[in-house]
């Protein structure tokens, strides 16, 4: 008998150690500053800082990287590329910090690029979209069979995939802080402007 999986669902990873390097100095200045925190979160982190024109000149190469990937997986799966705007944030997270389940309306593609990450920091998790995959409790050891995907980070690790994935980020364990850089892609926004 042949198998094929169906609907199967895309992350896309690589390591991109150097642009973390240049990207982590970056984070701590913007987390170094209050007006750049947004104090309604649970743990230390910034406001999205939108990659337009007047972007940071220093944040440029984790900017091309977003948008050389963001082509990549859609390319991958046969899509056209639409015109696109780019959110990122700085995380700090602190020894029990953590982020539930969770993910992000009104986006494309999500991910992250870690740039710092003590040993045993906090894994994220995915949860296998299917609704009812959970109807019969298989025990699988499989990877295939189970509803929850881990990923320990490392630096310079960088991960994209779609932004209706839920995800969460486990209770971190850490002395010193597990730094991060997420974003969101989404729709250029001018491109919904009505045309006269
Ligand atoms: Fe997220």
Redesign the pocket.
Known sequence: MNFQYIFPTIIGHCNEIDIAKETLPVALDYLSQDSFINKSCDYRTTFGIELNDDVDKRLLPYCNLIRKSFVEIMTHQGFQVPDIGIEIFFNEMKNDDC?PK???PNSLF?G?LYLDTPENCAQIVFTDPRPHVNFIDFSSKDSFGNNQYYITPTSGLFIIFNSWLE???LKNKTKTPRISA?FNIHYDRLSFTTKQ
Request: aromatic share 0%; net charge negative; charged share 10%.
């Open positions: 982020h969770h993910s992000h999500s992250v995800h969460e980020v997420p």
